[in-house]
């Protein structure tokens, strides 16, 4: 699954309670992870939880297991953790449950390495959806940086835009903090928003 079916299903409101979003590529992860945030609970909420690293099993289940404290949702955020590995069998009790979530429990898996025979991610296969994050063609990225500057106004050619990626590391967090200083020098030192940029 990519992005833009991703974005469809969202949009759509057809969301599942677990997911993995596996590659390296982390701004998509977090972009993704915000939007599906974004429909199931409030920004702001105590009931958003961020865990990750190696023996976070028995954390995670503590949350599963555990009541909303404001909402009637609970949003659990894992990242890099060692639960997708052939075996560790830490991940039992999780797989079980994932079998059967509670409707209002989201769990969201940001892994850049996984192993697809492990028990985990086969459950999630099964029972949720799994999005590849991975680094993007270029042809994906000069759209991305094209919509980036376009958000605030600015219309760039393709040739401004491949510049940007060969700048980069081929990353869309970079791109991204890129153009926030373009725009940050535009509007503190020339005080005029430009339909047009080139880049020099």
Known sequence: MDYSDLQKQINKDDIVNVYLFEGEEEYLQEHCTTLLK???????????HKIG?????????????STPLFNSSKFLIVKNS????????????????????DKNTYIIFHEQKIDKRSSLYKSIKKHGRIFDCLVQKEVELKKWVRKSFKRDGYMIDEETARKFIDISDRKMN??????????????TKDKVKKSTYCYQ
Do not use: P, Q, R, W
């Not at 690293?53 to 297991?65: E, L, P, R, Y």
């Not at 970079?174 to 509007?187: A, G, P, Y």
């Open 53 to 65: 690293g190696k023996n976070c099993a028995d954390k995670i289940n503590d949350i599963i297991d």
């Open 82 to 101: 060692d639960l997708f590995k052939i075996g560790n069998n830490s991940s039992a009790y999780l797989i079980e449950k994932i079998k059967d979530m």
């Open 38 to 48: 974004e429909k199931v609970i409030d920004n702001d909420s105590f009931d958003i």
């Open 174 to 187: 970079f791109e991204t903090s890129e153009s926030e200083k373009f725009f940050e020098d535009v509007h």
